[in-house]
């Protein structure tokens, strides 16, 4: 008997836009290691990325068919997500859409694996290493212009070094230079859609109206191109949709808490359950950082580093999606498991037909001689399966001999 895997069939991938490239090749990599044919479908801002990884899968001479990329709009991925040959369907993007595809995939019971929104915090605490803590939330509040799942969207700090933290955030953000990345050296480039930006400006104007205070940025920036500066909100609290919304965009929101307790409970007071991280000296701090925050992914001193890590599986719990993609649970999510069985006796099994009366009293002691929670109780029972002539001619006194060590 052994314990085997098959591949699924035809894995669907539907990849967004904010990462095309890294966010499709794992997933494309991993079903194809694992033997399965791959359906790809690009978001349509970035169809060029998913084209070229077509055209780059025949160079690199895999069978045609083994990689399909259709440049189709999202409307018509809903008859994708349908269609009864999919062995599985994975998925990123955002909540809304990933739910319709759950249930549209419910419909023939596909599996799916799902990795969705984030509105993902850092707790930093009063024994932190305020200098790193500082320049590793601002690093993964603006990378990609927040524009990351994984981002840092919200700041829980201990009240004793909230003012030390805040001056350090402000003096990091305040470097970062923004503009065109094709065009120099800078840190923050734009938005990739209006419509992206929009989110920003009303997430940050709800904020603002509601008592916040922006100690940087707060404002589009004029001129071409969805730029909008990195923001840093002190003042905020979870009234606010900066605190409870994924905002997906260059804005750090910080919010004072009186104890580790209270960092820990808003942490977890959220729809979504991505990544987290904690900033603390502590040993003891750490084990229960990691303990108790609800999070696919926790990190102690760092942040979202994780998804460079080949080895580390990502994904998220509740709206932030089911199922892991990398390492060695993503490439579980490729298979399917099989339990292989093979019986060389030459007899009928035990529990075959005819169910009479000897059958019936076998059954009866079986149970206390396999089961019993006393020694002696089981050997009593044991002892009493041996009158039963259906035992003897199924195994044979060599091998219940043999097998002795296992009743006992």
């Known amino acids: 008997m052994i314990t085997s895997t098959t591949p699924i069939g035809v894995v669907l991938v539907i990849t967004p836009w904010n990462y095309p490239w890294g966010l499709t090749l794992p997933v494309v990599a991993a079903a194809l290691v694992a033997g399965n044919t791959v359906v790809l479908k690009p978001a349509p801002a970035t169809t060029v990325v998913g084209l070229r990884l077509g055209e780059l899968a025949q160079k690199a001479g895999l069978p045609l068919g083994t990689v399909n990329v259709l440049a189709v709009d999202d409307a018509v991925a809903a ?16 909540v809304a859409t990933g739910k319709r595809v759950m249930v549209a995939a419910a419909k023939n019971l596909t599996p799916v694996v799902l990795e969705l929104g984030g509105k993902d915090p850092a707790i ?3 024994d932190a290493d305020l200098d790193r803590a500082a320049r590793g939330i601002v690093w993964g509040a603006f990378l990609n212009c927040g524009q990351t799942c994984a981002s840092v969207e919200r700041v829980y700090v201990e009240r004793p070094v909230a003012d030390a933290l805040l001056e350090r955030v402000v003096a990091e953000t305040q470097r970062l230079r923004l503009g065109d990345p094709a065009r120099g050296e800078v840190e923050v480039g ?3 859609m209006e ?16 008592g916040a205070r922006a100690l940087t940025g707060g404002a589009p920036v004029e001129g071409p191109g969805f730029f909008y500066p990195p923001t840093v909100l002190a003042g905020v609290d979870h009234s606010m949709a900066i605190m409870r919304e994924e905002t997906f965009g260059p804005v750090l929101p910080v919010m004072a808490v009186d104890s580790l307790d209270e960092a820990i409970r808003l942490a977890n007071d959220s729809p979504y359950g991505l990544t987290a991280s904690g900033w603390t000296r502590s040993q003891t701090t750490a084990q229960r950082l990691q303990r108790e925050l ?3 992914v926790v990190t102690i001193n760092d942040h979202a580093s994780s998804f460079g890590e080949p080895t580390a599986p990502w994904g998220g719990t509740k709206w932030s999606g089911i199922g892991r993609t990398h390492g060695l649970l993503g490439l579980r999510e490729m ?17 075959w037909y005819p169910y009479d009366g000897q059958f019936a009293g076998l059954m009866r002691a079986a149970a206390p001689a396999l089961y019993a929670t006393s020694r002696w109780r089981r050997v009593l029972g044991q002892l009493e399966l041996v009158r039963f002539g259906r035992l003897w001619r199924r195994f044979g006194p060599w091998r219940l001999l043999a097998n002795l060590d296992k009743l006992f």
């Open 124 to 126: 930093v605490c009063r």
């Open 335 to 351: 298979v399917q498991p099989r339990y292989v069985s093979r019986d060389r006796g030459r007899g009928p099994e035990l529990w």
């Open 190 to 192: 734009p938005l990739t």
């Open 79 to 94: 008859s994708l997500v349908e269609d009864p040959r999919l062995g599985k369907i994975v998925f990123t993007g955002s």
């Open 195 to 210: 419509r992206q930006r929009r989110v920003v400006l009303d997430h940050v104007e709800d904020a603002l109206a509601r």
């Open 294 to 296: 609800v999070a696919g």
